[in-house]
């Protein structure tokens, strides 16, 4: 970790709290000038560090800023983000995460941006990445697995985000199946998933999360306004970014590391579950021009959905939208 890195991770860590000079140099093993000088460029990047004659540094309370050494100086996980990337502007992160995976990326390595000129939703939407509002960012995964099981990753990182997000808002997301965050009936994060695999062996998995963090009303088109919100809509104030998107991080991990080491996904699949606002609904699901009606029961060990049709037939969704009838 760089010196700055670790500055911005004591400073984050003792928030409230005044630290000195003397004990910053210690720690970063560097003159208390060194010190002054990394505070004064952590203070040009626009975060708020109050400085008092001998009573040292301290952070001040919220503030949004946006870059890697943000991100990185809240993140406590031991492989995802370990190799984070952030641009100012990339085409998609996605995109980008491919790129490096075909040149032997590491498994973990994430990619953040500020904002996507290409930004993409599912079946090839636009998604509307708008900078200074909401988290793009892409984690490049490695899993042993088969490539059937692939869908439980993408309900590991819906769990994850609602997990993140809960001490953020006032209300409970809900994941529309697989993996649409919803609050009150409307969307505030995508998720899309891209596999890399031979027949019997997955290679690599990205994993793209893009949430709609500080977004007011007016920010959303009058396409979206109904059917999109953001975090912000049900906060009582702006959120940071970069400790949310460092929470995501952390919530993915661990539910990804206790899924490849154990080989066994009932932990994540119990936490989707209960943030599901799927099951045990009608629904419609669309493949391609066919729509099916249905009722969704549960979800099955691989990640698919098992849906009872109106003949009575029970099966197992892989694919495909769904949506929920209300009435």
């Known amino acids: 970790m760089k010196t700055k890195e670790t500055l911005l991770k004591i400073l984050v860590n003792n928030k409230g709290r005044f630290i000195s000079g003397e004990a910053l140099s210690e720690k970063l093993k560097i003159s208390r000038s060194a010190v002054w000088k990394h505070i004064a460029r952590l203070r040009e990047e626009g975060y708020t560090i109050n400085a008092v004659s001998r009573r040292g540094y301290k952070m001040g309370a919220h503030q949004d800023v946006f870059n890697r050494y943000a991100i990185a100086s809240q993140l406590n996980t031991t492989v995802l983000g370990r190799n984070l990337i952030f ?70 990182a819906s769990s994850a985000v609602c997990s993140a997000i809960m001490p953020f808002i006032d209300v409970k997301p809900g994941i529309k199946w697989p993996n649409d965050i919803l609050i009150d009936n409307r ?50 104030s702006d959120i940071s970014r970069s400790m949310l998107a ?52 549960d979800v099955a060990d691989n990640g698919c959905l098992l849906v009872q049709t109106q003949d009575g037939r029970r099966q197992l969704i892989s694919s495909g939208e769904i949506s929920i009838r209300l009435t």
Request: a negative charge; glycine letters at 6%; hydrophobic letters at 40%.
């Open 87 to 156: 641009y100012d502007e990339i085409d998609s992160t996605n995109n980008e995460l491919k790129r490096l995976a075909a040149n032997g990326a590491a498994e973990g390595t994430v990619v953040v941006a500020e904002t996507q000129s290409c930004g993409r939703g599912r079946r090839g939407r636009v998604w509307n990445s708008k900078p200074g509002l909401g988290i793009y960012m892409s984690v490049l995964l490695k899993p042993d697995i088969s490539p059937e099981y692939v869908q439980v990753i993408t309900l590991a």
């Open 187 to 236: 969307k505030v994060c995508g998720i899309l998933t891209e596999m890399t695999a031979e027949p019997e062996k997955v290679h690599s998995v990205i994993v793209g999360i893009g949430i709609n963090v500080n977004h007011r009303e007016d920010d959303f088109c009058e396409e979206l306004k109904n059917t999109a919100a953001s975090l912000r809509c049900f906060s009582k």
């Open 246 to 297: 460092a929470k995501v991080l952390e919530e993915l991990e661990n539910l990804y590391l206790d899924f490849s080491s154990n080989k066994n996904a009932d932990r994540l699949l119990n936490i989707w579950r209960s943030f599901s606002v799927t099951i045990g609904y009608d629904i419609i699901i669309y493949q391609g021009d066919k729509s099916i009606k249905a009722k969704a029961l």
